[in-house]
């Protein structure tokens, strides 16, 4: 289990990172979201013991993190850290062989690497040969080569076409299944897609955390209803009841003090009714609502 707790950043007169508290449970994927500005990459630094926080502290399975813990984890850094004139498999090598693994051993981690990004036949070029897209794919594999006991990434999404996060997403569950893994990123139908908790940051605070299913039932009980044969204006007069939209015959609505067996009756006694269901949020609306 890593373990966030109460941690602060203060650069001069401003508080960059507010007391923020969370934590990264193992085999579950956890999205760090927030605004540009709101303290992620702040957090995700201390974290890691690139920046000394000003109060708090991190934990690893019940203990304070040490240096050499860290030295275990997965990191992928918001500024990317790799040698832009170092061959591919060279430089995967390299930082295998500085976690101690041998050098066959190395060897084969990064051809299997390579392998499953699609760069077997780019292992021989210098990394600022690549495209951006390959290039982050390569810093990704970086982060794994050594096969760590957590991974926390940065961002790992970003400048990836449509099939090569779909090719990171699978080596991320192959790869880090039973792993602590956070990851920010900005692309909430990506987050939505892969998370099994969320942490929100407003402003360096945590405004939401928790399963992403407990989230999505948090707010109000919307349901989007479609009469038969009549325009559901007339829902706005029913009591208990605040409609946000009405397309002709289909409504979505917000229960306020009517259950959807009232709901039903009040439509049936008006005519016919096609459809009730209860509409789940997407995160993406739960992240406006939260972080305003």
């Given at each position: 289990m890593l373990e966030v707790l109460g941690l602060t950043r203060v650069f001069g007169d401003t508080t960059v990172v507010d007391d923020v508290s969370f934590t990264v449970a193992p085999g579950r994927v956890t999205g760090f979201v927030g605004a540009n500005g709101a303290g992620k990459t702040t957090t995700m630094r201390m974290l890691m013991g690139v920046l000394a926080p000003t109060s708090g502290q991190v934990r690893w399975h019940d203990a304070p993190i040490d240096a050499a813990t860290?030295?275990?984890?997965?990191?992928?850094?918001?500024?990317?850290?790799?040698?832009?004139?170092?061959?591919?498999?060279d430089q995967l090598v390299y930082f295998a062989r500085l976690h101690g693994i041998g050098a066959a051993d190395a060897g084969a981690r990064a051809d299997a690497l390579l392998a499953h990004f699609g760069l077997t036949d780019r292992?021989?070029?210098?990394?600022?040969?690549?495209s951006l897209g390959n290039q982050?794919?390569?810093?990704?594999?970086?982060?794994?080569?050594?096969r760590p006991q957590a991974l926390v990434l940065d961002e790992p999404f970003s400048g990836l076409d449509p099939l090569a996060v779909d090719t990171m997403i699978d080596l991320l569950r192959t790869e880090a299944g039973d792993l602590p893994l956070l990851f920010s990123s900005h692309q909430l139908d990506l987050v939505e897609r892969l998370c099994d908790d969320l942490v929100i940051l407003a402003a360096g605070r945590v405004v939401a955390a928790g399963p992403v299913a407990e989230l999505r039932g948090s707010g109000p009980t919307r349901y989007r209803v479609v009469l038969e044969g009549q325009d559901a204006?007339?829902?706005?007069?029913?009591?208990?009841?605040?409609?946000?939209?009405?397309?002709?015959?289909?409504?979505?609505?917000?229960?306020?003090?009517?259950?959807?067996?009232?709901?039903?009756?009040?439509?049936?006694d008006r005519g016919g009714l096609r459809e009730l269901a209860l509409v789940q949020p997407r995160l993406s609306e739960i992240f406006r609502e939260v972080a305003r």
């Open positions: 860290r030295r275990t984890f997965g990191y992928m850094p918001e500024e990317r850290g790799l040698y832009p004139r170092m061959r591919l498999r292992a021989g070029d210098l990394l600022d040969e690549l982050q794919r390569v810093q990704v594999a970086a982060a794994l080569v050594h204006g007339w829902l706005r007069d029913l009591r208990g009841v605040v409609v946000e939209d009405v397309d002709g015959t289909a409504a979505q609505v917000v229960l306020d003090g009517l259950d959807a067996g009232a709901l039903t009756r009040a439509v049936l």
